[in-house]
């Protein structure tokens, strides 16, 4: 089988907003991405433009749920599906309380049925994929065979992609932070997933900095790594500058009213990570009275002070003139 999913950025709260994700598109033609964690309330009781409206250009693109109650699933896939996107995502991975008190994300690992009931009632309800975020397995379970029991009983209801992020969730006593780096990576067993279930498409997350493939997988997800150093991304021949002049005509394509600079700017701050200048980069692009003009002219601005040639010193340049001769 095809694997849409070779190279994905994940999920992340208060990051991958549609303006981050235009960005990354513009850095990468090949990355899958996804929005941010949705909770179905928010689309079932709040305002679903604000949560689902995104721009053509962000193909492929998943959208992903929280939740645990199949029909709730159900009804916001479908609403997934009218909005356009290629894939609806179920995250049961997030360790968090918040989460954990709304009776989804990690902890619904417990419950292998309930999620393939959500698998199952989604596909009923969208024709597009549905996937699943999990992790290994929950606070002091060290068995292969929970995480392979759980995929085995998921994937029966219909469900042929896992992004597997290789660590154990921690429901007690870490932050979701701590779950990102204590508990330790097990990649060996995200590949052994693949050899149990050649059949799945399976995709490694938790860890990675580079967006290389990982023998044994379908796929890499790249979280923060890619947000803070979104070049690892990057296209074969693309340079920063056609992101940077892309960005700037994103921004000229918003009405005054829908604009702001410093919503997309922010998601921009690691472009030039590496990069001899790239101090004077997010200088200029967190500076408050620059924002404040709310000009996207300042993409432009900042890109030519970081790739303009550097000036020679003064006492270098007197050295190199040529000697006048005495008459």
């Known amino acids: 089988m095809t694997a849409p999913h070779r190279l994905c950025v994940a999920p992340m709260m208060d990051w991958t907003d549609r303006h981050c994700r235009y960005f990354l598109r513009q850095v990468s033609a090949r990355a899958f991405l996804y929005t941010e964690m949705i909770g179905t309330g928010a689309l079932l009781h709040g305002n679903v433009d604000r949560h689902l409206a995104f721009s053509p250009g962000e193909h492929p693109v998943g959208a992903q749920l929280g939740g645990s109650e199949p029909e709730d699933l159900a009804r916001c896939a479908r609403l997934v599906e009218q909005y356009g996107y290629d894939e609806v995502n179920l995250n049961v991975g997030c360790p968090s309380e918040r989460v954990q008190r709304g009776a989804f994300g990690a902890c619904l690992m417990a419950e292998p049925g309930l999620v393939a009931d959500c698998v199952r009632a989604m596909r009923e309800a969208a024709r597009i994929p549905v996937t699943v975020k999990h992790r290994l397995g929950l606070d002091r379970v060290e068995s292969y065979e929970f995480v392979a029991g759980f995929v085995q009983e998921v994937s029966d209801a219909g469900c042929g992609t896992f992004i597997v992020h290789a660590r ?71 340079a920063r500058r056609d992101v940077v002049l892309a960005m700037h005509s994103y921004l000229q394509g918003m009405t005054r009213e829908e604009r702001s600079i410093r919503h997309v700017a922010r998601h921009m701050l690691g472009l030039y990570h590496g990069h001899r200048r790239a101090r004077l980069w997010r200088r200029m692009l967190s500076d408050a009275n620059l924002l404040s003009r709310n000009d996207p002219a300042l993409l432009l601005e900042a890109m030519e002070a970081v790739e303009s040639p550097p000036k020679e010193p003064a006492h270098e340049r007197r050295s190199q003139a040529q000697p006048v001769e005495a008459r």
């Open 168 to 238: 154990n969730a921690v429901l007690k006593g870490l932050s979701p932070k701590e779950n990102r780096e204590i508990p330790p990576l097990r990649y060996d067993w995200v590949a052994r997933l693949k050899r149990d279930f050649p059949a799945l498409e399976i995709v490694l997350n938790g860890g990675l900095a580079k967006a290389d493939p990982y023998p044994g997988v379908d796929g890499v997800m790249l979280g923060r790594a890619a947000y803070h150093d979104p070049w690892v991304l990057a296209d074969a021949g693309k």
